[in-house]
């Protein structure tokens, strides 16, 4: 017989309770207990001894051939996934409202249908007119592509055992349900449950299974973040819904590094992808103003050339005003104090702006020196050369230390006509034959200070 009790999960690593609580005790997270009604049956452990056909089988006697990937004809979207799509992967595409997800996934079944793979496109928000007229402004489909509007998870799942796709898309998570489980969709017990079920179609059958998630204010994926640990890929797509650029990055890769990025831009025909994103990254720098510094970070095996901005003026008020965007805050504040106790400028009067232009976010430590030269420039009012690229970590005595991939940095900015090119000293004699760029190492935020300021 079932019986029906209350249980409360954590929404932030699905941690179960009897009762609620104001910490999670296992993430230590703050008012993330939220009440489910679940049902719990008994006398299944007779039968489950029974039914119990596993084998154990020694890792030497597994034979391997590697991956099979489809490539999804999306060269951005194929550097993100490590190569393409593997068989039998499940990849959890996350975002804002609006800002491609469905777009992105229906490029990819226009794609695939191209490559005579079949594919069901599972929608539980939009109609089957809806689709089509998103469909038709990306181009024309192929015969292989298969739309359903349905919500209960026991009918998708006899669809697809029926004729099993190659690659299934699920838009949204938060709209299915499963009707073992009373809770609403949408709630922590019918996410698991439904991701759980879809897993298991996904490895049984041998097909590819795509998950779009809403996001909440916080940006992150509604609902408990099991869901997370379940799925093989996560993939975030950022940026602005208004903004013209979508930046697709991997956060979480079972089957490649999650260092990669993906660039698109938003047309009205679908999302473009953005073969060089240093050029748009670059595009409208003012030429001859204060406080403007090319600096190179990496994203995964991709070098990207980004525009550090700073604006340093005095402030009216007794507490100075300090805005980072695009970068981390505290790191911004750390390498001011650099500034003002290794170099001897006297910031601490003053309201400073840091801005990473193009609406990308970096944290990588290799634009440190990029954003203390942008601060120096904007102080002086000495603008710093257009040709002029700089890279390296800036440690809190005030050296400059080395970064891995700088060949790749050097390379990069030489195709892109850069003349100059300032970074830490160890890595000068590394690169040391190198043509059609100039070189120079610093081994100081004073020394680099001197050189250019």
């Not at 420039?377 to 005030?398: H, Q």
């Amino acid at each position: 017989m079932a019986k029906e009790k209350v249980i409360f999960y954590c929404q932030s690593c699905g941690t179960e309770s009897s009762k609620w609580m104001g910490q999670c005790p296992s993430c230590k997270e703050w008012n993330t207990f939220v009440e489910e009604a679940v049902t719990v049956k008994k006398g299944r452990q007779a039968s489950l001894r029974q039914e119990v056909k596993a084998k154990v089988t020694k890792l030497n006697e597994i034979e391997f051939s590697g991956e099979e990937r489809v490539t999804t004809g999306i060269a951005e979207l194929d550097r993100a996934l490590g190569g393409g799509i593997v068989r039998g992967s499940m990849i959890l595409v996350g975002g804002d409202p609006g800002i491609g997800k469905s777009t992105l996934l229906l490029q990819v079944c226009k794609n695939l249908a191209d490559q005579k793979q079949n594919i069901l496109y599972v929608s539980g928000e939009e109609s089957l007119q809806q689709i089509k007229l998103r469909a038709e402004r990306i181009g024309k489909f192929g015969d292989t592509v298969s739309l359903l509007c349905e919500t209960n998870l026991d009918v998708i799942s006899e669809i697809v055992r029926r004729d099993p796709p190659y690659a299934m898309v699920i838009d949204s998570i938060q709209t299915m349900y499963n009707e073992s489980i009373e809770s609403a969709p949408g709630s922590v017990s019918q996410v698991r449950e439904s991701t759980g079920s879809l897993l298991r179609l996904a490895k049984g059958l041998g097909m590819a299974v795509f998950v779009i998630g809403h996001v909440t204010k916080e940006g992150v994926v509604a609902g408990p973040r099991v869901l997370e640990h379940m799925v093989d890929t996560v993939l975030y797509f950022e940026g602005d819904r208004h903004a013209t650029y979508r930046i697709l990055r991997c956060i979480k890769n079972r089957f490649g590094s999650t260092n990669e990025i993906g660039v698109f831009e938003m047309r009205a025909s679908g999302l473009e992808e953005v073969k060089n994103p240093s050029e748009f990254m670059l595009g409208g720098k003012p030429k001859g103003a204060s406080g403007s510094v090319v600096a190179c970070s990496m994203e995964g095996s991709r070098p990207i050339l980004l525009e550090v901005q700073a604006l340093v003026c005095r402030s009216n008020f007794g507490m100075p005003r300090r805005t980072a965007a695009g970068t981390d805050f505290n790191r911004v504040n750390l390498l001011m104090a650099v500034l003002e106790k290794r170099v001897g400028l006297q910031m601490g009067s003053c309201d400073a702006y840091v801005n990473i232009a193009g609406g990308i976010r970096m944290n990588e430590p290799a634009i440190d020196l990029g954003i203390v030269l942008a601060l120096v420039s904007s102080y002086k009012n000495r603008p710093i050369d257009e040709k002029t690229i700089c890279f390296g970590e800036v440690g809190l005595s005030g050296e400059v230390r080395a970064v891995n991939m700088a060949e790749q940095r050097v390379q990069e900015a030489r195709k892109l006509g850069f003349t100059t090119c300032i970074l830490p000293e160890v890595m000068k004699e590394v690169l040391s034959g190198m043509d059609g760029i100039r070189l120079l190492g610093v081994k100081s935020v004073k020394d680099a200070i001197d050189l250019l300021i």
